[in-house]
Structure formats: C-alpha cells, structure tokens
C-alpha cells in the first residue's frame, strides 16, 4: 500500500518518477499482478475459443471449453485464497499453466464428443 500511496503523490505532483532500487522494484511487480494476471486469463480464453472454432468444435463446445477452463483458474484463485498463499509471481505463473493444462482435460472429451456425432 506504501508503494501505491507514495506513487499517486508524486503523480499528483505532477512528478512522474520510476522509483529504483531492488525494494522498490519487486514492490512495483505487485502493485498491478492481479490486474494482469485476469488479462492473461481472458486473453487465454478468448484464444481457446478461437482455436476450438478453427479446430470444428461447434460455437456451443468451444464456449464450454472456454467457460470450464476460466472456471478452474477462478477455483483455483478461490484456494489460494483460502489457503492464505499469498498472490506472488510463481503462483500467478502456476496458475495460468494449471489453465492451459485444464484445456487439455476439457476440449479432448468435447471434441470428441462432437466429432462422434
């Protein structure tokens, strides 16, 4: 919280420094982890959707393939909550793995599915 009040008062001072120094900057990797951690989610997802579509999933399994995925980082944000494991690089970076890895899981069962149809 230091790190985002001292940046706001230099912004509002019309000071736009780059604090430096090894505290300084792996505070700054968590000011914004959260926010670009659900950016790469929703990237992903929307890349699962396409790929799914250009793969002959139908509209309706790519959305499933999709929705289930995003679920379980969302589930898994939820126990790591719950855990009390704080919010740091390697987790954001196991989860967005754990994402990739679900689409494998999900997309095999649906697209078999539709192509025995």
């Not at 944000?77 to 494991?85: A, D, H, P, T, V």
Request: with cysteine; charged share 10%.
């Amino acid at each position: 919280q230091m790190a985002k009040d001292l940046k706001r008062i230099l912004q509002s001072q019309g000071l736009n420094m780059f604090m430096y120094g090894f505290n300084f900057v792996q505070i700054e990797q968590f000011m914004s982890i959260e926010y670009h951690f659900w950016c790469c989610i929703s990237v992903s997802m929307v890349v699962v959707f396409g790929i799914s579509l250009a793969c002959g999933i139908s509209v309706l399994g790519a959305y499933l393939v999709s929705i289930l995925s995003a679920t379980l980082g969302l589930e898994l944000y939820g126990c790591i909550y719950l855990l009390g494991i704080s919010f740091q690089p390697l987790v954001a970076t196991t989860m967005l793995m754990s994402v990739g890895i679900a689409v494998e899981f999900v997309a095999h069962p649906v697209a078999a599915y539709e192509f025995a149809k």
